[in-house]
């Protein structure tokens, strides 16, 4: 098993076998996963375990909270909390094929959270079946459809940052250019290969995995300067906004290239 899953799950003072004695289906011909963030190098003390329970025929389980698709139990774990998700296996091969078929539409970026976690979890149960599905998932469009989806939100907002400078509202241009900025750097981290679907993140992606790469140095130092650490006035206002629109559109010019 992933050490790093193996020292949280020791951290949390839980094990696989209490987890497994958690989940309210019988196991033996369903899937599981475990998912938590600190497999990305995210995480913190507090982060809580996604436990995926795919099965052949939708279950019926009491659940905490219901979708269309699945349903959600929470549970608490002495020092762990677990949200549990039962899925019939169905819904997560439609997703994949949505997604191959999804190019040049709008998702929003939480419409991919599930199955890349599952890409990135810890298979405990269902080895032949698992493997199948990450195999499919390996052989998916998925990360060309995060980018897609990155680049169409930044340049959504890059448009409106624009429109908002032209016309004088700066305040809004400078919202809107935080959000653009944003979801380019989440595209960018995309084409370099490190994929994050969970927007909170984005930031600490990028600096965790290039800070210190002297090809990205101008675009870090920039990133702070216009993002992170912005100095920003009534008589500075609009250099700045101009500013900040380069850097997006060099970040847009870079993803191009890349």
Not at 55 to 61: A, D, V
Not at 101 to 116: M, T
Request: charge should be negative; proline fraction near 2%; aromatic fraction near 10%.
């Amino acid at each position: 098993m992933n050490k790093i899953l193996v020292n949280r799950l020791n951290e949390c003072e839980i094990s696989v076998d209490g987890i497994l004695s958690k989940i309210e289906v019988d196991t033996s011909d369903a899937i599981v996963f475990i998912y938590c963030s600190h497999l990305e190098g995210l995480g913190n003390k507090d982060s809580d375990f996604d436990v995926y329970v795919l099965m052949k025929e939708p279950g019926n389980i009491p659940f905490s909270r219901d979708a269309e698709t699945h349903q959600i139990k929470n549970i608490k774990l002495k020092k762990a909390s677990l949200d549990i998700e039962y899925w019939p296996i169905s819904e997560i091969y439609k997703l994949i094929d949505e997604i191959d078929e999804s190019y040049n539409k709008i998702l929003d970026i939480d419409y991919f959270k599930l199955v890349h976690r599952v890409r990135v979890s810890e298979m405990i149960v269902g080895k032949v079946e698992g493997e199948e599905l990450k195999n499919r998932i390996k052989k998916s469009k998925l990360n060309d459809a995060i980018l897609n989806c990155y680049i169409v939100e930044s340049n959504s907002w890059y448009q409106d940052a624009i429109s908002m400078y032209n016309s004088g509202n700066y305040v809004a241009a400078v919202d809107c250019a935080y959000y653009a900025l944003h979801n380019a750097i989440g595209a960018l981290n995309v084409k370099r290969g490190i994929i994050t679907v969970k927007s909170k993140w984005i930031s600490k992606v990028f600096l965790m995995n290039f800070e210190n790469d002297f090809s990205m140095k101008e675009i870090v130092g920039n990133f702070y300067k216009y993002q992170l650490y912005p100095s920003v006035d009534a008589e500075n206002i609009e250099k700045f906004i101009e500013e900040k629109l380069e850097l997006i559109q060099k970040i847009f010019n870079s993803i191009a290239l890349t």
